[in-house]
C-alpha cells in the first residue's frame, strides 16, 4: 500500500524556490517524514526528516501542516544540480520498519 | 551526513558466474544494513535487511539462496549474486543505519551489473 501520493513530476525554474508536495494521509502519530533525492545513476541522497515542527537545513526546508497529513519539501534556490528524483516517505522512528520508496516527483530544473 | 560506500561501482560478468558486492559504512558503525535493486525507469525496491552478526532477512520474492547477504561486522556488509543470469542485470544499492545517526538510512553510490 501506497503511503505517500507525489506528483510524478514538476518543473522549477533555475533560481527560483522549488516546492514539492507530499500527501500521506494515513500517517500514523510515530511516524517520520523522510524525503530523498535520487540523481540519475546514483544512490539516494539523504535531505530531512520531520515528526510535526518545521525543520530546516542546509538543503531544505520541510513545512508539515498542523494536521500532518501532508507536507512540502521547499529547495529555496534551485540549481540545475537539484535536478533528481524527490521521494517523500513516512516511517516510524525508531524500529526495524523499512523505508519504502514510491514513485517519487521527478523534478526538473529550467535554465 | 554520514557516508556510505561501494565496491565496485560497476561489473560486467558473463551468464552463470558469481559477484559479490561490498558495501562499507566509513565513518559510522552499521547496526542494519540493506540491500536494494532498481530496474531501468523504476523506483528501488528492498531485497533485504541484515543485521550485524545475523541472518538476512529477505523481502517477499527474492531469492535468498541466489542473493546471499552477510554482514559480518559493524562496517561491512557483501551481496554476492550467485550464478547470475543477464534477467540479474541491474542497479544495486546499499544503505546503512547506525548508532548515532538519528537512525536515519544513509545510501552507497550503487553498483551497475551487467551480466552477458
Known amino acids: 500500500d501506497a503511503k505517500t501520493t507525489q506528483p510524478p513530476s514538476m518543473d522549477c525554474a533555475e533560481g527560483r524556490a522549488a516546492n514539492l508536495p507530499c500527501n500521506h494521509s494515513?500517517?500514523?502519530?510515530?511516524?517520520?517524514v523522510y524525503w530523498y533525492r535520487q540523481i540519475h545513476s546514483q544512490g539516494p541522497q539523504y535531505i530531512i526528516h520531520g515528526l510535526k515542527n518545521n525543520e530546516t537545513n542546509e538543503m531544505a526546508s520541510l513545512i508539515i501542516t498542523e494536521d500532518r497529513k501532508s507536507s512540502t519539501l521547499i529547495l529555496p534556490h534551485a540549481t540545475l544540480r537539484d535536478t533528481a528524483v524527490y521521494y517523500c516517505?513516512?516511517?516510524?522512528?525508531?524500529?526495524?520498519?523499512?523505508?519504502?520508496f514510491g514513485t517519487g516527483t521527478r523534478l526538473t530544473i529550467i535554465p | 551526513g554520514a557516508v556510505v560506500s561501494q565496491h565496485p561501482s560497476w561489473v560486467i560478468c558473463k551468464s552463470g558466474t558469481s559477484v559479490k558486492i561490498e558495501c562499507r559504512s566509513l565513518d559510522f558503525q552499521a547496526t542494519t544494513m540493506f540491500w536494494y535493486r532498481q530496474f531501468p525507469k523504476q523506483s528501488l525496491m528492498l531485497m533485504a535487511t541484515?543485521?550485524?552478526?545475523?541472518?538476512?532477512?529477505?523481502e517477499q520474492g527474492v531469492e535468498k539462496d541466489k542473493f546471499l547477504i552477510n554482514h559480518a561486522s559493524l562496517t561491512l556488509s557483501t551481496l554476492t549474486v550467485t550464478s547470475a543470469h543477464p534477467e540479474d542485470s541491474s542497479f544495486y544499492i546499499c544503505?546503512?543505519?547506525?548508532?548515532?545517526?538519528?537512525?536515519?538510512?544513509?545510501f552507497g553510490p550503487g553498483t551497475r551489473l551487467t551480466v552477458l
Open positions: 541484515s543485521n550485524e552478526g545475523s541472518k538476512a532477512t529477505y
Open positions: 544503505s546503512a543505519r547506525g548508532q548515532g545517526l538519528s537512525d536515519t538510512q544513509y
Open positions: 516517505i513516512v516511517r516510524a522512528y525508531f524500529g526495524n520498519e523499512k523505508l519504502t
Open positions: 494515513t500517517i500514523s502519530g510515530n511516524e517520520y
